[in-house]
């Protein structure tokens, strides 16, 4: 059972629309991720946060924007879609108690831009 | 650079039988953390096994355990009496004990259990 959670779990969307990709947990952690990964690859970090107000781009350079007004929320924000956005969007996030915290992973968004 | 590679895209193993997924990796830190996580299809991602790079004791849950060798640095995984449900992508990863809490993946190994 998913702690958590994404939607859309699939989106289809014209070019040039602007889309947001929500993600929420409810497990109180304080750092959360948005990775990139496209069918059968590895993921690529995209935007991180470590707690409200604080936000970083990762490794992979991304157009997406992203905010973390409350703990439990880290939306996505693709102003202008296009067909190179098209992948699946991983939404995670760990505890701060510990170094060797894992990550726990919502269920994807599978974004298609025609 | 911190890179971690995985050298086996596609592997098969029969039901019931052991197999080794391979992960080596790179980096010049001294603290840091392995992980191992399991993304069954069209399933959400779930860790399988961690490992301290400070211990010298293999981390072991359940069917599934890791032979690390910091010198070689490298961390390999153990499925032993395979099963279905252990079809899946599985991903190496590790993360620096620097305050930054970045995890690096590998490009995974789809593991296929066959009947």
């Known amino acids: 059972e998913a702690d958590i959670y994404q939607t859309p779990r699939y989106l289809v969307i014209g070019t040039g629309k602007k889309i947001t990709l929500e993600c929420s947990q409810t497990m109180g952690h304080d750092k959360m991720y948005w990775y990139q990964q496209d069918p059968g690859m590895e993921l690529h970090l995209i935007h991180y946060s470590y707690g409200v107000n604080s936000t970083e781009k990762g490794d992979l350079s991304s157009e997406s924007t992203v905010s973390r007004i409350r703990t439990e929320h880290f939306p996505l924000t693709l102003e202008s879609a296009r067909p190179s956005h098209t992948s699946q969007y991983l939404c995670a996030s760990s505890e701060s108690s510990s170094y060797n915290s894992p990550l726990h992973f919502g269920n994807g968004t599978r974004l298609t831009v025609t | 650079a911190q890179t971690v590679t995985q050298s086996q895209p596609e592997m098969s193993v029969q039901e019931a039988e052991t197999v080794t997924l391979s992960c080596t990796y790179d980096t010049s830190e001294n603290n840091y953390y392995l992980f191992w996580y399991k993304q069954p299809p069209s399933r959400q991602m779930i860790l399988v096994i961690r490992?301290?790079?400070?211990?010298?004791q293999n981390a072991t849950e359940n069917r599934f355990s890791v032979n690390f060798q910091k010198a070689a640095k490298s961390f390999s995984l153990k499925i032993s009496d395979s099963q279905l449900g252990d079809t899946a992508m599985y991903f190496c990863a590790f993360m620096i004990h620097s305050g930054t809490y970045k995890y690096i993946f590998g490009t995974g190994t789809r593991l296929k259990v066959l009947a």
């Open positions: 490992q301290e790079a400070y211990k010298q």
